[in-house]
């Protein structure tokens, strides 16, 4: 199927020029895009496509097009326990003690309803790329429930094998009912990426290895996880360096920073990116640098759990790549992409001044930055040969009004809109506001019984 978009106010491309194209339009065949350009200069040919009707066309007058936003890091299982009262004022440590028992009691459904239910969030918030850092694997649930809803959602999934396997006992911080046996682990990492990884260009899913944090898996469980992931050609992840209990951790049980615990164990190189790194110091930013080691930037979590600002503009003035990541729905409260674009650009002027981060920068971070950090060369801007992922917003919403002197910074600086158009690997997936993948009511419902059937099992 032929998609064209034509009559964008600004189509912003963040191709090699970084053009902003008034009056944008855009030609997509299938996966991938074809064409970018002014309306004016649309070829013939596609003119005729329009006039034929053998096309499918866009006017986005009154828009601001933009690439999909990417998201780098997500626990969508956790969007089943917002807000939870006795988690609403701890740091790191204490709000995962105080949710591990909760999450023991998660199920099958709940793992698909809780990633139908994200992903629908993120959808319409402009997002069109996201991983999912799935951890916990209690009561038969497993990562093939993720997949299977993110097929259902149509969106681009990397599916991230999470695992934890030092429990209290063995002196890590879960609980020992919430952890596994690291050979059931790596038997179940390799059966993932032997039935889902799809390494070819515009791929849809992608299974990435990402044992927890170093909290919550051993040395060996690391070692053995990166050994895999190189011998497949598959990308790591994990936490690193979240705040300052995370950092007094590693020190005391291992003898080294976060970063040196990463590099000892072969976890920095382009195909590995760290969640938060809040707390990474300027010897771990030269290494990140210097390793093209990614970074997976979280603000609204990191202010929620008080765990700090991370240096994000020393990290991008090293060459450290950094992406944004909404991180879990129960340590943000929220899955909004474009609102976690805004408050990236705001948290680095409150630590650094005004001058830190501009709007363009953040959208940046936001889509070339998160395909950098996922390892990938084909999302992340609009130009021929790129997969067709591209979000449209009205800018005639209430929350623009007076924003038209510059709408492309409008979109950051201005409270942050609900996606208007959305199209993922060139099949539209919301249209004038509405999701059509999925009857969201219905999703909603769905997720709002299990959160109940979940804050009131035993534990």
């Given at each position: ?407 492309v910074a409008a979109l950051v600086f201005c409270t942050p809109g609900t996606v208007s158009t959305s199209v993922i690997n060139g099949r539209v997936v919301v249209l004038d506001g509405m999701l059509l993948s999925a009857d969201l009511p219905a999703v909603l419902a769905e997720h709002r019984r299990m959160a109940r059937e979940l804050a009131s099992a035993p534990r």
């Amino acid at each position: 199927m032929t998609l064209i978009l034509t009559h964008a106010d600004v189509l912003v491309t963040m191709d090699a020029n970084r053009r902003e194209i008034v009056d944008g339009a855009l030609v997509a065949e299938g996966p991938a895009i074809q064409w970018v350009g002014a309306t004016a200069d649309l070829p013939a040919a596609w003119r005729a496509r329009i006039d034929d009707g053998s096309a499918q066309v866009l006017d986005m007058r009154g828009h601001v097009v933009l690439p999909g936003l990417i998201n780098t890091h997500h626990h969508m299982y956790q969007s089943l326990t917002r807000a939870v009262p006795a988690a609403q004022d701890a740091e790191l440590f204490g709000w995962l003690s105080e949710l591990y028992m909760m999450w023991a009691n998660l199920t099958p459904p709940m793992i698909a309803a809780s990633t139908r239910t994200a992903m629908a969030e993120l959808m319409l918030s402009g997002c069109t790329t996201t991983s999912d850092h799935l951890y916990l694997y209690p009561n038969g649930s497993r990562l093939d429930d993720a997949i299977e809803a993110a097929a259902q959602m149509g969106m681009r999934f990397h599916a991230a094998r999470g695992s934890m396997s030092v429990g209290r006992s063995q002196g890590g911080l879960p609980p020992d009912a919430v952890v596994e046996q690291e050979e059931a682990i790596l038997r179940d990492s390799q059966r993932l990426i032997e039935q889902y990884h799809d390494a070819s260009r515009h791929a849809m899913l992608r299974v990435v290895l990402a044992p927890c944090s170093p909290f919550s898996v051993s040395r060996e469980l690391m070692r053995e996880s990166a050994a895999m992931a190189r011998h497949h050609g598959v990308s790591l992840h994990t936490h690193l360096a979240e705040n300052d209990n995370d950092v007094a951790y590693s020190l005391e049980r291992f003898g080294m920073t976060p970063a040196q615990y990463a590099e000892d164990l072969g976890w920095v190189g382009h195909d590995v990116w760290h969640a938060h790194c809040v707390k990474l110091d300027p010897d771990g930013i030269a290494l990140f640098a210097r390793t093209g080691t990614g970074i997976a930037h979280c603000p609204c979590s990191n202010m929620r759990l008080a765990s700090g600002i991370a240096p994000v503009r020393a990290m991008r003035d090293a060459g450290v790549p950094v992406g944004l990541g909404v991180d879990g729905s129960a340590s943000n409260d929220g899955a909004h992409m474009l609102g976690e674009v805004r408050q990236a650009m705001l948290l680095q002027r409150v630590g650094y001044g005004p001058a830190a981060m501009g709007a363009r920068e953040a959208l940046e971070i936001a889509t070339l930055g998160g395909a950098k950090v996922l390892n990938r060369d084909d999302i992340g801007a609009l130009a021929p040969g790129m997969s067709a992922d591209f979000v449209a917003f009205d800018m005639s919403a209430v929350g623009y009004a007076g924003g038209g002197h510059d709408p492309v910074a409008a979109l950051v600086f201005c409270t942050p809109g609900t996606v208007s158009t959305s199209v993922i690997n060139g099949r539209v997936v919301v249209l004038d506001g509405m999701l059509l993948s999925a009857d969201l009511p219905a999703v909603l419902a769905e997720h709002r019984r299990m959160a109940r059937e979940l804050a009131s099992a035993p534990r």
